[in-house]
Structure formats: C-alpha cells, structure tokens
C-alpha cells in the first residue's frame, strides 16, 4: 500500500510482473491481507476518514470488488484473516469491540457481521492470532487470541463451537498451513513453486502433518 492511495503487488523473483491498482480513498494507514490466490481484503479509510474495508480481485486492481463501511472508530483497523474458516476478525488500536465477519465472495457486500464482542471495561494497545496448533480440541476451541489492553494486562480470548456432545470432532479441524517449510530458499529464488505443507489437528496429537 503506498502513500498516493494505491497498491502494488510484486514477485521479487520477476521486477517487470508488478501489477498496480486504486486503493482507499483516505489518507491514513491501510491494511492488506491474501484471501485466496485471486482475490485481496484490505482496510483504510475513505475520503471523509471514515473506516472502510475493500475487496479486490487480482486480475482487475483497478475497480473493486466492494468497497463497504465498517465499524466507527479513530484508530488504524487490524484484521486477520482465517483461510480454513473464511472469517475475518477487525480490531482497531484504542478501541473496545472486536468484530468477526465471515467473507463470502459470491454475497453482495462479501463480508457480513457475525458476531461483536463488547470490552466495556479496556481499550486495545495490540492484538494477534495464536498458531492453530494452540488450540484446545477437546474444548471445541477452533481459534485463539492475544490481545493487550490499556490497563496493562494480556489476556487470551477463545473462539468455540458450541457443542452437546462435547469432546473432539473432526469435522471442526480441516487441514491448515503447516510451521515447517515446503521448499528452500534457493529453490525459490530460482522460479521453483511448491504448495505449503498442510497440518491438521487430532485428537491424539495436537497436529499431525
């Protein structure tokens, strides 16, 4: 993202394949994260420093896909995205709520508010994901977080699947981006491409690969 409100996406391997395209309208601090191999989600702000949240397809930077409104607030929005869930959790520095939206390309406005999570009491100072691997199978506990707030404390949020039965099911766990790498620099730097190595959750082994 780049300061004269557009983006560029390059392979280091290859200077001639930079593709550029529009980004947010505003003039503060943008975000950009991968959703799949065609398409972008970014945030930032429009024209009136209002938060806003884009989606991009790969083959046409120049329009977006949808350009939408998100929650009102005065600091940078921080998002993660989750490939095997399809969901998006926005945080921003300074706010209270935390909002998860689930991305669906084939949706008129593409991402759509799932939940909101209200701390009435703390602001955020800084916020990330845990590894897949940290989570608690037998809690039906599918993704963790870490954020830090402004009364000095870190606490760890979980995400669960509400369950009768309780214990692990497999069905919640689908194979994700191993920590262990699928090629070698050398490789790579040569025009080599090979697919990440999976992983995925059981309830012997906290990850099999």
């Known amino acids: ?7 560029i996406i390059v392979d280091p391997r290859q200077e001639s394949s930079a593709v550029k395209g ?21 945030t930032g702000f429009d024209a009136q420093a209002k938060r ?19 929650n009102e607030g005065s600091g940078v929005p921080y998002f993660f995205y989750d490939r095997e869930y399809r969901v998006m959790i926005l945080v ?10 689930h991305f669906d390309r084939t949706s008129p406005t593409i991402l759509n508010l799932l939940q909101t999570q209200n701390f009435l009491n703390s602001t955020q100072k800084a916020f990330c994901m845990m590894p ?24 760890v949020l979980s995400m669960r699947i509400p369950s009768r039965v309780g214990g692990f099911n497999q069905d919640y766990y689908p194979p994700f981006e191993a920590n262990e790498p699928s090629n ?26």
């Open 132 to 155: 897949k691997h940290a989570v608690d199978v037998s809690k039906q506990e599918i993704m963790k977080s870490v954020r830090v707030t402004n009364t000095s404390k870190v606490e």
């Open 92 to 101: 921003g520095r300074g706010d209270n709520v935390s909002n998860i939206y």
């Open 22 to 42: 529009n980004s947010h309208g505003g003039p503060r601090s943008q975000r950009v994260e991968w959703v799949d191999d065609q398409t972008l989600l970014t």
């Open 1 to 7: 993202m780049l300061k004269n409100k557009s983006m």
């Open 184 to 209: 070698t620099a050398e490789a790579w730097c040569a025009g080599t491409d090979v697919p990440a190595k999976t992983m995925q959750l059981s309830a012997i082994k906290k990850a099999q690969t």
């Open 52 to 70: 806003q949240f884009g989606a991009w397809d790969l083959r046409n930077l120049e329009q977006p896909l949808v350009l939408g409104p998100l």
